[in-house]
């Protein structure tokens, strides 16, 4: 009994969100329209700045610079909850394909760990895709 109590205990407390023991991550949703546009989510903790590159048409993986399509941790502009190491943008985007990556501190480059579908990037990487309908 105390050891199936023991092991409950240990899931659970490797499961709670926020908890320092919580190794288990909740996967966020693929990037999806909510009416107001498409968001865009990412989860980095530990993150300063995080911005979304891409193939967009006024993106073009951040070719005019790192202050275009920040994503904030701030409860707005798409993000839910301040400070919770969830960044958001919404993202105004018309039908297409589309390829992108985020960018954590203007120098790390990361595949969309929730999107739905990657290519090759051409460089021996992946780009995340998504596919607005």
Not at 43 to 55: F, H, M, T
Request: contains cysteine; glycine residues 10%; negative net charge.
């Amino acid at each position: 009994m105390i050891k199936n109590y023991a092991i409950f205990l240990l899931i659970y407390l490797f499961s709670v969100p926020g908890c320092s023991l919580g190794i288990v991550k909740k996967r966020l949703a693929a990037p999806h329209d909510i009416g107001s546009g498409i968001l865009f989510q990412f989860d980095a903790p530990s993150a300063r700045q995080v911005n979304l590159a891409g193939d967009f048409p006024d993106n073009e993986w951040l070719k005019h610079g790192d202050q275009i399509d920040m994503m904030y941790d701030n409860g707005e502009n798409g993000d839910k909850v301040a400070g919770d190491g969830i960044w958001s943008i919404l993202k105004q985007l018309s039908s297409g394909r589309y390829e992108y990556k985020f960018v954590v501190d203007r120098n790390t480059w990361v595949i969309d760990p929730n999107a739905m579908d990657t290519s090759d990037d051409g460089y021996g990487g992946k780009n995340s895709v998504l596919i607005v309908k």
